[in-house]
């Protein structure tokens, strides 16, 4: 265990069910758990993998507090609905969905903090891949949604996405935290979990620190990318923390792991 770190962090790999080389659809989920008292979040949960996060949960002898989001998922349908009520986590936002989303019970505001145990993880308005992104701060890691990725970042060309705002969130916000802070992506396409503030800075493709804004905005805003196949779905969706297609799908009575509303999530997110 690293000196000072009061966490452990597990990161689980949500691959879409109709995955293929051109409709990549696997995103991040991760769980933190408090070591001292086993209360723990996840963030950014699927809402087709809800059964085998919380097994890992009770596997863990852990206590789900919150259900945790870095933005409004274009992708996949947030888990964090469904979770609160198997578990009775509270769900957390960023602050910057506030009257956007409905269904959460926390929005953290930039530099706001969420306790469980002896854990305080911190919340850091991210804007740029959505206009309301966040991500999420530890000693010594960060949850950095779609806005930095492992050697790249997330899209800029819908949900009010902005490559200017990308660009400050990554160079002001997350290359200010400390150069061996671990980088804990909510994609990654390559198969990599994790990377570092000091990797990002040198070898990210766009955001190293020998790209300055104008090259960087203007790359963006000339890259042509397909549209997430079940975004018209999604965004309504996340829009009510993933509870409106939960009570599609108890009204139709549907098997979660069969229902065609959840398991063809396609997409391409960053
Ligand atoms: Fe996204």
Redesign the pocket.
């Known amino acids: 265990m690293t000196m000072g770190v009061t966490y452990a962090v597990t990161t689980l790999l949500d691959v879409n069910a109709v995955q293929d080389v051109n409709y990549r659809a696997e ?1 991040r989920t991760y769980i933190v758990a408090d070591r001292d008292t086993g209360k723990a979040v996840i963030i950014d949960a699927s809402i087709e993998h809800v059964d085998r996060d919380l097994k890992f949960v009770k596997e863990l002898d852990l206590t789900l507090a919150f259900a945790v989001e ?6 996949h349908i947030t888990g964090a609905s469904m979770i609160k009520d198997l578990t009775g986590a509270h769900i957390v936002y960023g602050g910057g969905v506030v009257g956007i989303v409905s269904g959460a019970d926390i929005f953290l505001h930039d530099g706001q903090e969420l306790r469980f145990g002896k854990t305080a993880m911190r919340a850091l308005a991210t804007l740029g ?2 206009d309301s ?1 966040t991500s999420y701060v530890l000693p010594g890691a960060v949850f950095t ?2 806005c930095l990725l492992i050697r790249g970042n ?2 800029t060309d819908f ?1 009010d996405g902005s490559a200017e705002k990308l660009f400050d969130s990554v160079r002001t916000k997350l290359f200010a935290l400390p150069d061996e802070t671990i980088v804990y992506p ?2 990654d396409y390559t198969g990599r979990v994790s990377s570092t503030i000091r990797e990002e800075k040198k070898f990210n493709e766009r955001l190293n620190l020998g790209v300055d804004k104008h090259t960087f905005v203007a790359i963006m805003n000339g890259r042509k990318i397909t549209r997430p196949a079940k975004m018209d779905i999604a965004l309504p969706a996340n829009m009510n923390a993933g509870r409106m297609i939960l009570d599609e799908q108890r009204s139709n009575r549907r098997n979660m792991a069969s229902s065609s509303q959840t398991s063809v999530i396609e ?1 391409f ?2």
Do not use: K, M, N
């Open positions: 995103s870095t933005h409004i998922h274009a992708d891949h959505t992104c949604g779609d997330g899209r949900q909510g994609h997409s997110d960053s």
